[in-house]
């Protein structure tokens, strides 16, 4: 009898669990997708939104840790516990002993589509992440308030344009070829200035009359530590005839090209769109599931509105985010 009870209590926290994290990972998605659905606004009409919105992300303090704590932590919590049901078919939504509520054959079915779409999304969140968020995640290095961003790209034909319209230098394998020797030089020349700089402050301290010349050396100074900045991080990247290494002034600018970059091509923007699609399914399926699975929506009607008002959202945020994968394609053909 105690064991009966601490196994169902068991089995019970987990399905909370599942469930929250669950939520959690519904309202990650409403954001991500209207973030990235201002991609499209950009290419239609030069709106900078999509990049003031990641700029405003990245602005957060403690972002490494926000983004494992609140994001990474959570999905994985759900992987694993889906995972979990998925090999041992326990439904957390419904058992038949009158602890669960009973689902019809409709739900049913969306059920083994919730599974299937979470497959999808193990491979697809993995892939997806390792390519944005690691694979073209923009390097930076600083000197002071100036801040450099890089990001490696394949050259595309509309990546001229494009980097006018944002902004941004392009430095190509040429033009790389000799930035390990600049920097160098440039390094030698900050050693050189940094030891004027020494002995002019105690000069200055003696004397007292030197103060136009170490404005004019720190000044000086300034600009070589900026140029050593470019070419640090330029310096650590290796590129083919075939690709540039952009840099920007700001990180959104550079997600912008990554994403235009991506969905340059036909492949990915379908593989997306079923990763999309299955996310939005996913997600909102998820939710109307877990009204009834918290008890919340006990009478048959309002259990059928609520599923009504899932749908409406799933069509709403997969839009969205087919306007990202799609508007992004299309700029690139017109
Ligand atoms: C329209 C399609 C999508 C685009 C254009 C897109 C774009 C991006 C970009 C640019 C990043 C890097 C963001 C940053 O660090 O600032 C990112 C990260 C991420 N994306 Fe997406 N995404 C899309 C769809 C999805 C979907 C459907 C999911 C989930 C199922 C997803 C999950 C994630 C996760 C978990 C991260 C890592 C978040 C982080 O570490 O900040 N994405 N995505």
Not at 86 to 94: E, Q, R, V
Not at 154 to 167: A, D, M, T
């Amino acid at each position: 009898m105690t064991a009966e009870v601490s196994t169902y209590s068991r089995e019970y926290i987990l399905g909370r669990i599942q469930s929250l994290t669950g939520l959690w990972f519904v309202l990650f998605l409403c954001e991500h997708l209207f973030t990235n659905s201002q991609v499209a606004l950009f290419f239609a009409d030069d709106q900078m939104w999509f990049v003031r919105s990641v700029n405003f992300l990245h602005s957060l303090p403690y972002l490494q840790v926000i983004e494992i704590v609140l994001l990474g932590v959570p999905i994985l919590f759900h992987a694993v516990l889906g995972i979990r049901i998925a090999i041992t078919g326990k439904s957390i939504y419904a058992s038949g002993d009158g602890t669960k509520p009973i689902i019809k054959s409709g739900r049913n079915r969306a059920f083994r589509w919730q599974k299937i779409t979470a497959f999808i999304l193990l491979i697809g969140i993995i892939a997806h992440v390792v390519n944005m968020r690691f694979m073209h995640y923009p390097t930076t290095t600083s000197y002071g308030s100036t801040h450099y961003y890089f990001t490696k790209v394949p050259i595309f034909s509309k990546l001229y344009s494009l980097s006018e319209r944002l902004n941004v230098t392009l430095y190509s394998k040429v033009d790389l070829a000799n930035v390990g020797t600049e920097l160098k030089k440039v390094q030698a020349k900050i050693f050189e200035l940094n030891k004027k700089e020494k002995q002019l402050y105690i000069e200055e301290e003696k004397y007292g009359a030197y103060m136009d010349e170490m404005n004019h050396l720190q000044k000086l100074l300034g600009s070589y530590k900026k140029k050593a900045a470019l070419y640090q991080g330029l310096s650590d990247y290796q590129l083919n005839s075939d690709q540039v290494v952009v840099v920007a002034d700001n990180t959104g600018t550079l997600m912008l090209i990554n994403v235009a970059s991506c969905f340059r091509s036909s492949i990915n923007c379908i593989l997306y769109t079923i990763f999309v699609a299955s996310a939005a399914f996913h997600a909102f399926n998820g939710l109307g599931a877990a009204a009834m699975s918290w008890g919340i929506l006990i009478r048959k009607s309002a259990q059928i509105k609520w599923f009504s008002i899932c749908i409406g959202l799933m069509l709403l945020i997969g839009a969205l985010g087919l306007m990202a994968i799609w508007g992004s394609y299309i700029y690139h053909y017109i």
